[in-house]
């Protein structure tokens, strides 16, 4: 069992409060309503800038050639990322200056900044479980709500957001992450510290959670 499965393990009641959130449940049925995946997504926009500053840190936080390439590859995903958003965002007449404009959400602050203290305060093992819950978990979201695969989604009003996390491409980024944190647990982990990291673990799950609330207070 590697760690990110123990760590979920672990931490079962808050992890599957983020993963089995009505709003996920909502947009899987394809009846969540649409103001509140806008809410979401501007706010994942703004979300993404924050974490894209993490994936920096995480780069400055790191002490091998191996730790600095697994950054900039999450950095790249990220910035990669906002272009679904963009894309998405663009059909209700928004373009990349209205998202930037947008004030960020108290759920936005609070689970940014608590990744970022993370990073800041913690090693780079405490800074990887923090980004941990988003960077894997949508992964294991977009799997979850396209059981058949893809295609099988055919006129989905969300097809296009479950692709993204669904499709190879963040699969890849999410076994990367997965596979670079247990690299990171087996340099620097104790069993007493594990706990420790469950902590950290939970916290940002409960504030995904609190993400897509945010989202769903809106419709």
């Known amino acids: 069992m590697d760690i ?4 979920k393990q672990a931490a079962s009641a808050d992890w599957n409060s983020y993963v089995d959130h009505a709003f996920v449940r909502q947009m899987g049925a394809g009846t969540l309503a649409q103001p509140a995946f806008r809410k979401y997504l501007v706010q994942d926009y703004l979300f993404l800038i924050q974490f894209a500053r993490s994936w920096a840190l995480a780069a400055y936080k790191s002490r091998t050639l191996d730790d600095i390439r697994a950054a900039q590859a999450g950095l790249a995903a990220i910035l990669d990322e906002t272009a679904l958003h963009v894309r998405l965002c663009e059909r209700w007449g928004l373009c990349a200056d209205d998202l930037a404009a947008t004030p960020e959400h108290q759920a936005t602050v609070a689970y940014t900044r608590f990744v970022l203290d993370c990073g800041a305060a913690g090693d780079l093992l405490d800074l990887h479980v ?11 979201i977009g799997r979850n709500l396209s059981p058949d695969g893809v295609e099988a989604l055919a006129d989905h009003p969300y097809r296009e957001w479950i692709a993204e996390y669904a499709g190879s491409g963040y699969q890849g980024v999410a076994t990367a992450a997965r596979a670079h944190l247990d690299a990171l647990a087996a340099r ?16 940002a799950s409960r504030l ?7 989202g769903l207070d809106a419709s």
């Open 130 to 140: 923090a980004l941990a819950p988003c960077v894997i978990g949508y992964a294991e």
């Open 188 to 203: 620097t982990m104790t069993e007493q510290r594990f706990e420790e990291l469950v902590k950290v673990f939970a916290q």
């Open 208 to 214: 995904e959670a609190d993400f897509w609330q945010m």
């Open 4 to 7: 990110f499965e123990r760590l």
